[in-house]
């Protein structure tokens, strides 16, 4: 199957917005990228800095306004309320997708794509469900970087990933409550790329904790890991895919809506446990939490192997 496309796309990430909108086109880029003719939009190093990681053909932001390409496609993601960089390059691509945002913008594009298992037509505003815009949803347009099948990693207990560059320094509150536990060495913590503080200023004040440093793709140390401790973004549709029991620890009091979503669309949803909002939570409320969910035991629905097809389905929209 030949798309011969051609791709143009942006999507928002940086220290403080997170890099999960990146590595979401890294995703599409990393399936597709031998079909499909990608250039990834540079704006700021955080960006420059991943799409190098991967060799992603770019193009700076100033640049591509004194081009006069035109590309079959262009891609967006992000969920900023603005939109002016979108309608500086809006020019640019005949057709437009954005991804993952409701906000009213997104009237203005084509497609409108939601990868997530836990999100579904009802969960859309009324004005976006009554827009001219196609829109698509769940499983079948979540992808995960690179093959799904890696290297088979050293078992895990606990793993502790919030992210590539965690803002609210999640990662920094559990490591000071793991540390004071008897069974400490049940913890691996992942450090992301875009901490503010590196993985060394996390070994000389924990020594006593385990931490990787950033890794290009997450996916196989969630394969390993028995429980998962993450909050809500991309890696849930990971722990999802690999029916691990997965603790969430939420940045936003409004992320509640997510866990009910999630409860309501997961295969297994007693596999999820929300540990409560991150201001909330104490050394007690914890080891409580975490010692009842590690001896929880859960019967697993058998999944779906096929996720992320649906990608198929939109490239092949514009033969």
Partial sequence: MGFNKSVLCYADGDADLGLGHLYRLIAIYTNYHQKVDFVFINKNDTQEEIYNKFSCPTIDFYNLRNSSEEYDIGIYDSKKCCN???????????????????????????????????????????????????KYFGKDYVLFKSSINEIKQPKINTLVTFGGSDPNNLTELVCKIVHNRKYYSDFTFLIGPKFKKSISYFVNKFPKLKFIDSVTNTFPLIKASNIVLTAIGITLQECEYSCKKTLIITNHKDDIYDISKIKRSSLNPMMYLHLGYFKDIDEDIFNKTYNFFTDKKILYNERENQWGNGWDELFNLFD
């Fill in 84 to 134: 002016y960089n979108f309608l500086d390059i809006k020019k640019y691509a005949r057709t437009w997708i954005s991804i993952d945002s409701t906000r009213p913008w997104t009237k203005d594009f084509d497609i409108l794509v939601y990868p997530s298992f836990y999100v579904d037509k009802d969960d859309l505003p009324k004005n976006i469900s009554a827009s001219r815009s196609k």
